[in-house]
């Protein structure tokens, strides 16, 4: 979408800034560019494609990929999972799930629409992975090592990012 539009992304990017478009007019479709990123990216967790993609590298910077924790957030409402307990984020309830590391993605398996979790952690707490029903992006958090791999993976599209930077 940058290099179509000629800028550059950085940390700090916003799309509306990236296509030159007013923020109030982010959903507005790009009729210069057609087929170009002419609509808003999906807003949700990790897209599957993208997760399956990402998976082989927090895989390799944690000792416990077998035992792995995940937040669903609650409001999603396409299932009740009333039965599994829940925990809170800031504006938000997560249905606490657990399983394998490779389980992040089993839920398109049984169903194409089915929503990724948002959250992904594994037991030892080696990094975190989240993304947010109202995001574009996906955050990890890890070691200096898992972030190096996650940049220079020729298959994702990864930016460095602080913890001052805005979201969005």
Known sequence: MAAAHGTRVTPGSRRHEVIGADQNHLDRPDPGLPGVWDEHPAEGPTPPEAAEALLPVPARHTGTPERCWFGLWHGYGRRDRDRFPTFGTPGREEVLL??????????????????????????DRAWVLGGDVDLVSTCVGGSAELIAELLAAADLEAHPVSAGDPVG
């Open 98 to 123: 657990a399983g394998r590391l490779a389980d992040a993605v089993s839920p398109v398996a049984l169903d194409e629409f089915a929503e990724l979790p948002d959250l992904w952690w594994p037991q």
